[in-house]
């Protein structure tokens, strides 16, 4: 199973924290995240992560060619909905592209954590 991760620079920790709490499950994964998140992440956790390019610059298209490619089963996007995005319209066109394609898609974590449940329910 393919997942990506991204969170914006205000919910990174959130999302460091999350992994940690859902390392076992994560683990189980192949991993994508952009940039940024990827590395902190990497350095934070054990996880293995496919790194792309950092939001901003062209990382969330290339997990959106990745999701309309087939290739991701899931994203867990921590957005941060009190800051406006320099690259907003980068960051609607991946959430419409995981509805086009039906890819499940968290934007919190209680979203998440029901992802998570749903995607590994019969691995428990």
């Known amino acids: ?3 990506a991760l991204i969170a914006h620079d205000e919910k990174k920790d959130d999302l460091i ?3 940690r709490e859902h390392e076992d499950w ?3 994964a192949e991993l994508m995240a952009t940039g940024t998140t990827g590395k902190r992440l990497m350095e934070a956790t054990d996880l293995e992560v496919e790194r792309k390019a950092s939001g901003p610059l062209g990382g969330d298209m290339q997990i959106g060619g990745e999701i309309a490619d087939g290739d991701c089963e899931g994203l867990i996007f921590l957005r941060d909905p009190l800051t406006a ?12 592209i995981c509805d086009v394609h039906d890819t499940p898609l968290a934007t919190n974590e209680a979203s998440a954590t029901f992802l998570l449940e749903g995607l590994f329910a019969d691995d428990r």
Not at 85 to 95: F, G, I, N, R
């Open 1 to 3: 199973m393919r997942l």
């Open 17 to 19: 924290e999350f992994a």
């Open 26 to 28: 994560l683990a189980e």
């Open 85 to 96: 995005q320099p690259h907003e319209p980068d960051v609607s066109a991946l959430l419409r």
